[in-house]
């Protein structure tokens, strides 16, 4: 499990970097988005990976902090999920009125000569 997680974090912080360096503001914002969702994960993952435990106490059973899963880094990832979908928002209304003012989508807001 922790192997597929790990992979998964680095083809997503991979391809968000690679998305990153390309020309178009698109192109950037998913970029930025496959970035912030590379680092939710890897903040989900620091409270702990378990499967098939039970999400809360049994009845006449004592717990141990040891068997639970970290309940701080999963309100964390859920107030980074509100707040990257508020940003990608804004980038896009920006993106939009840069298009406007430019009348192009590159970054710099010219076009490459090829």
Known sequence: ??????????????????????????????????????VNLF???TGGLRTGAAPILERGEAGSLAQYADPVPQALVLTAIVISFATTALFLVVMLAAR???????????????
């Open 1 to 38: 499990m922790e192997t597929i997680l790990a992979l998964a974090i680095g083809v997503l912080t991979g391809s968000g970097i690679w998305l990153l360096l390309r020309p178009r503001t698109f192109q950037v914002i998913i970029g930025l988005s496959l970035l912030s969702y590379a």
């Open 43 to 45: 903040i989900f993952s």
């Open 100 to 114: 406007g003012l430019t009348g192009s989508d590159h970054v710099d807001g010219k076009e490459q000569d090829s």
